[in-house]
DNA sequence: TATTTAACTTTGAAAAACAAAGCACTTTTA
DNA sequence: TAAAAGTGCTTTGTTTTTCAAAGTTAAATA
């Protein structure tokens, strides 16, 4: 038998990293203050996981205006989607046995 | 927008116990020594996630005999079956979205 | 000008993960 | 029968990860 946890990627084992991913796949772009509030997580520790998604390729950071207020906002690489997709993948399989 | 992660269950954000748990869905028992190898994970390590797994009450310990040598099983315990599957329907339903 | 907001960075503490070694017991092998 | 090996841990100590809280910088608003 195959070592069902092999092709989980370690990025993904943070159920925090995995929400933000899980909300890019569905949003082009969202706000630094709107996954704050959706995750329901402190600055730092938000900001130290998408440093960690960024660090990684997985996300994008654009530093941009809404009217003449500084909007940081995050989307998902090519290469985000794939790693998401492949883990997603790697979790269905170790489960689809049920 | 509601929290997606918060539904997840933090003994579930481990890899390992994730693996054991899906292990134990589709087998009714299953020894350390086969555990340690499907999984690939040294004794101590695997001894203390499955006590982790012990004290929640996920999964249970036989001490018994293959002929005359010792063998330890581990079963899921029904309150072991719905937490994980609780904890993969949050998962789908954090994904599904896409 | 004082305060607030955005988006961090830094600091430090707590928790978790992990490998390696040790251990008690039994069984097998030389 | 003495040594070696296997089972299933526990203990020890290190490394990694997580997280909150406070500090920071720059712009905006009151």
Redesign the pocket.
């Known amino acids: 038998m195959k070592n069902p946890i092999a092709d989980l990627n ?1 990025i993904f ?4 990293r995995l929400g933000v991913m899980s909300i890019l796949v569905v949003n082009d772009e969202i ?3 709107d996954l704050k509030q959706m995750l329901e ?5 938000l ?6 998604l960024e660090q990684a390729e997985f996300i994008k ?1 654009h ?1 941009g205006f809404i ?7 995050y989307s998902i690489t090519n290469l985000g989607k794939q790693a998401f997709k492949a883990h997603l993948d790697a979790l269905e399989k170790m489960i689809k046995k049920l």
Chains 1, 2 share one sequence.
């Not at 997580?41 to 520790?45: A, F, M, R, V």
């Not at 900001?47 to 960690?52: E, G, R």
Request: aromatic share 4%.
């Open positions: 370690k084992d943070s159920r925090i706000s630094f203050n997580l402190t600055d730092g520790n900001a130290s996981h998408l440093n960690t950071v530093k009217g003449r207020k500084t909007s940081t906002t």
